[in-house]
């Protein structure tokens, strides 16, 4: 009877001793499991940037760099426009985080129409302006009375005025300057005949003209080559710079400098050297 009470205790005695072993064990399990839950993570959500572009050539050189932006957490989305009002307006109502198409004087006048407070974060790329023709090879050429066609918005008509002036096609009222108009003109010798046109639209209305003052964005969509097809063109050292621009809040966010990184890296600079061949030449 001894020997039988002595087994069944040893048993009992086994079995409590393997409950506490199971017991320490999920313990343990437990407590490692929730180690891992509360390790902080170590990767980061991407940025999304959204930009409004002009197709050519300043969605291209945002297409070139958005690989490098990737690599840096930020994704690049870009919105092309194929108007100069739409993309400051919806940069100022956020629909925009920033928009790469326009130059200081256009920004300044826009600003000042629109009570808008959108700034320049980086100069990019100079794109010198252009006279093109399908009916004359030179100036000399031109007849009296010929049709002269310029862009209809304030700066960019007064650029073309200053050109015209500076080849000695029409002479301007002393101070002008950039937004001269046509009825800034006192002396016109060829009695050239000024209609103002969309910027957008003077590749199209080449063949109506004489001769038109086209920016070199439209004139690269239309496939023209400035530095080959324009009969006269501004120098390289324009003071028109394109920017990027952005709205006062989000200037220094990290993703709009590492965007302006990219923009004036030398890899773009290289891009921009060889794929436009001179009818677009860095500002940075």
């Given at each position: 009877?001894?020997?039988?009470?002595?087994?069944?205790?040893?048993l009992a005695l086994l079995l409590l001793l393997a409950a506490c072993g199971n017991?320490?064990?999920?313990?343990?399990?437990?407590?490692?499991?929730?180690?891992?839950?509360?390790?902080?993570?170590?990767?980061?959500?991407?940025?999304?940037?959204?930009?409004?572009?002009?197709?050519?050539?300043?969605?291209?050189?945002?297409?070139?760099?958005?690989?490098?932006?990737?690599?840096?957490?930020?994704?690049?989305?870009?919105?092309?426009?194929?108007?100069?009002?739409?993309?400051?307006?919806?940069?100022?109502?956020?629909?925009?985080?920033?928009?790469?198409?326009?130059?200081?004087?256009?920004?300044?006048?826009?600003?000042?129409?629109?009570?808008?407070?959108?700034?320049?974060?980086?100069?990019?790329?100079?794109?010198?302006?252009?006279?093109?023709?399908?009916?004359?090879?030179?100036?000399?050429?031109?007849?009296?009375?010929?049709?002269?066609?310029?862009?209809?918005?304030?700066?960019?008509?007064?650029?073309?005025?200053?050109?015209?002036?500076?080849?000695?096609?029409?002479?301007?009222?002393?101070?002008?300057?950039?937004?001269?108009?046509?009825?800034?003109?006192?002396?016109?010798?060829?009695?050239?005949?000024?209609?103002?046109?969309?910027?957008?639209?003077?590749?199209?209305?080449?063949?109506?003209?004489?001769?038109?003052?086209?920016?070199?964005?439209?004139?690269?969509?239309?496939?023209?080559?400035?530095?080959?097809?324009?009969?006269?063109?501004?120098?390289?050292?324009?003071?028109?710079?394109?920017?990027?621009?952005?709205?006062?809040?989000?200037?220094?966010?990290?993703?709009?400098?590492?965007?302006?990184?990219?923009?004036?890296?030398?890899?773009?600079?290289?891009?921009?050297?060889?794929?436009?061949?001179?009818?677009?030449?860095?500002?940075?």
């Amino acid at each position: 009877m001894k020997k039988w009470s002595f087994a069944v205790l040893t048993l009992a005695l086994l079995l409590l001793l393997a409950a506490c072993g199971n017991n320490t064990t999920t313990t343990n399990t437990a407590t490692t499991g929730s180690t891992d839950t509360e390790a902080p993570a170590t990767s980061t959500e991407p940025v999304t940037l959204k930009v409004g572009a002009s197709p050519v050539p300043h969605a291209e050189i945002l297409e070139h760099i958005k690989p490098a932006l990737e690599k840096e957490g930020v994704n690049l989305e870009i919105v092309e426009f194929t108007d100069y009002i739409l993309p400051n307006t919806q940069l100022n109502e956020k629909e925009l985080d920033a928009n790469f198409f326009q130059h200081q004087p256009y920004l300044d006048d826009q600003n000042s129409k629109q009570g808008t407070d959108l700034v320049g974060v980086a100069k990019v790329h100079v794109e010198p302006f252009g006279a093109y023709s399908q009916k004359v090879k030179s100036v000399d050429e031109l007849q009296d009375g010929a049709k002269v066609a310029i862009p209809n918005d304030p700066t960019n008509g007064g650029r073309a005025l200053l050109l015209l002036e500076k080849e000695g096609l029409i002479k301007l009222k002393e101070g002008a300057g950039i937004t001269a108009t046509v009825g800034d003109i006192e002396e016109n010798k060829k009695n050239l005949e000024f209609i103002e046109i969309e910027a957008a639209a003077l590749p199209r209305q080449l063949g109506e003209v004489d001769l038109a003052l086209i920016n070199t964005n439209y004139a690269l969509e239309a496939g023209l080559v400035p530095t080959k097809d324009a009969l006269f063109i501004e120098d390289a050292d324009s003071p028109y710079a394109n920017l990027l621009v952005t709205r006062q809040d989000n200037k220094d966010s990290d993703a709009i400098k590492k965007l302006v990184a990219a923009l004036n890296s030398d890899d773009t600079k290289k891009f921009i050297e060889e794929k436009y061949e001179g009818a677009i030449v860095p500002a940075f």
